[in-house]
């Protein structure tokens, strides 16, 4: 294996009701239109080595996912990212790409930013309901899983949640005129059992009857390392870039002081 390429992608618009399966099919065959060199694994039927990382779930927008690839030949990150963008459905678009140089890059995907778009609702009936929920100590909600319902509390992992309004929305051309829309910004870390934006949208619910009269439009903005001093998430590919530009090109450092040092830089919280 000769090197290995992070990339950050998106997920918009009518894409965002794309399956994870459905992604991977459509990522491939664009590998395999842009010529790309890569490796692959043993086997009977071997498949194409890219990791993919916290991929957000079906029906929700994204600004920030995450995926690793495997080359047997190097090729320059950007030149790569722009060759599989001409393959590539328009709203799944590489919004960037670095040569990993630190590894663990699952282990900085530690919580995420979230928009919640909510139709029909008053931004003061939503800053009332978000006040109610970051008020209680608990906030159990239930989720279907293969097992059956599961009951868990929603409350612990979110770190903030906020009520916006309308001018607050990351894309400009969803921005409502002049009916009703609340905007909540969620920051949420990465826990187990996960919790998603509808588990939190479950105990707004529970907690207020904050209930939209439609389904709420769910988007990742950012996610990454939670950086407990400042309260924002980190950019996960920070410490890959530093180490590039701090490092000969035939180095490949591996060091966990070095990637909590880069993973400082912010994330921007808004479309790439």
């Given at each position: ?87 590539l459905p328009a709203g799944l678009d590489i919004t960037d790409a670095v ?91 990465h826990v187990t059992p996960a919790v998603r934006p509808d588990d939190v ?72």
């Amino acid at each position: 294996m000769a090197q290995r390429i992070r990339l950050r992608y998106t997920k918009r618009g009518r894409l965002r009701f794309t399956s994870h399966r459905d992604f991977q099919r459509a990522f491939e065959r664009a590998l395999r239109r842009a010529e790309v060199p890569m490796a692959y694994s043993a086997g009977f039927t071997p498949h194409p080595k890219v990791s993919y990382a916290n991929a957000a779930p079906t029906g929700t927008g994204s600004e920030a996912e995450y995926l690793e690839i495997a080359l047997t030949e190097p090729r320059d990150p950007q030149k790569l990212r722009e060759l599989l963008n001409e393959s590539l459905p328009a709203g799944l678009d590489i919004t960037d790409a670095v040569e990993a140089r630190v590894s663990g890059l699952a282990d900085r995907l530690t919580a995420s930013v979230w928009e919640l778009r909510l139709d029909g609702v008053e931004t003061a009936d939503a800053e009332r309901a978000a006040a109610a929920f970051r008020a209680a100590e608990t906030v159990e909600v239930q989720r279907r899983t293969k097992n059956g319902m599961r009951t868990f509390d929603a409350r612990a992992a979110v770190v903030s949640l906020d009520a916006l309004g309308p001018e607050a929305l990351a894309s400009v051309a969803d921005r409502p005129t002049d009916k009703p829309c609340a905007i909540l910004r969620l920051v949420v870390r990465h826990v187990t059992p996960a919790v998603r934006p509808d588990d939190v949208l479950s105990g707004l619910r529970a907690v207020a009857d904050l209930a939209p009269p439609v389904p709420a439009a769910v988007t990742r903005l950012a996610q990454g390392l939670f950086d407990d001093e400042t309260g924002t998430v980190t950019d996960p590919l920070a410490p890959d870039r530093e180490a590039v530009t701090a490092a000969p090109a035939d180095r490949h450092p591996d060091s966990g002081a070095a990637a909590a040092a880069a993973a400082k830089a912010p994330v921007p919280e808004g479309p790439a």
